[in-house]
């Protein structure tokens, strides 16, 4: 049981290349969500999937995509780097979207990539 | 648009201090919230999560609040150790569609010192 497995860990861009951040999860979770956190502005949600095949934008969607074939996997596309891209990209999974009140819902995060746009 | 704050944004305490977090959210109608902690270069790890009808959750020297009306939690460690140096962050879920989107504060870095 590896949890949630984001690859890669740290990588450079040219601005105007594009590239698929990947995330991997093995608990059989609905529910995955990918989030950039950048200082002083916390977390804030890209893209989210409750289920294979289903995706919806969370806040700050522009400039990614996103699809869900598998119950497994939820990459994240950037289609042409810009440097305000540059982030630390954070990938979480859980059982459902809401967290529920069961210990078993708890949310899992990767442990980052690290994206650097120049 | 729900935000979160958390101040301060930074403590250091000595240890064996108990310590209070807090954090506030401008929109009351929430569904849930939750603490995470954040080591650094890492990911998060869940903490407590309080539903909206409840008034506090507990695990071990981690005891978290929740008031909605005036639109506060508080996280609450007792006999802080040099290990719960870490950044903790809360977040919240609304209703609706916004249930599956958890909206995050900037978080509390804290230093406890030996």
């Known amino acids: 049981n590896a949890g949630v497995t984001q690859t890669p860990k740290f990588q450079v861009l040219k601005t105007g290349q594009s590239m698929t951040l990947q995330c991997a999860q093995d608990?059989?979770?609905?529910?995955m969500s990918w989030y950039r956190q950048d200082p002083g502005m916390g977390l804030r949600l890209i893209h989210y999937?409750?289920?294979?095949?289903?995706?919806d934008q969370g806040e700050v969607p522009n400039g990614y995509n996103v699809s869900r074939s598998t119950t497994e996997d939820f990459p994240l596309r950037l289609l042409s780097a810009a440097p305000s891209q540059t982030s630390v990209y954070f990938c979480?999974?859980?059982?459902?979207?809401?967290?529920?009140?069961?210990?078993?819902?708890?949310?899992?995060f990767g442990e980052g990539s690290w994206l650097t746009v120049v | 648009k729900q935000e979160v704050t958390q101040i301060p944004a930074a403590l250091s305490v000595p240890e064996g201090e108990n310590l209070v977090l807090n954090c506030s959210f401008t929109?009351?109608?929430?569904?849930?919230l939750q603490w995470f902690r954040q080591d650094p270069g890492k990911g998060l790890t869940s903490l407590l999560l309080?539903?909206?009808?409840?008034r506090e959750q507990t695990s071990g020297r981690l005891n978290a609040s929740l008031d909605k009306s005036s639109g506060r939690s508080t996280l609450y460690i007792a006999a802080s150790q040099p290990g719960d140096s870490a950044t903790y962050l809360c977040?919240?879920?609304?209703?609706?569609?916004?249930?599956?989107?958890?909206?995050f504060g900037t978080g509390t870095l804290l230093a406890v010192q030996p």
């Open positions: 929109d009351s109608a929430i569904y849930n």
């Open positions: 309080i539903q909206s009808s409840q």
């Open positions: 608990m059989n979770h609905e529910y």
């Open positions: 977040a919240v879920r609304g209703y609706g569609g916004a249930t599956n989107k958890l909206i």
């Open positions: 979480a999974s859980s059982y459902t979207g809401t967290g529920g009140s069961s210990s078993g819902n708890t949310i899992y």
């Open positions: 999937s409750v289920g294979a095949g289903i995706t």
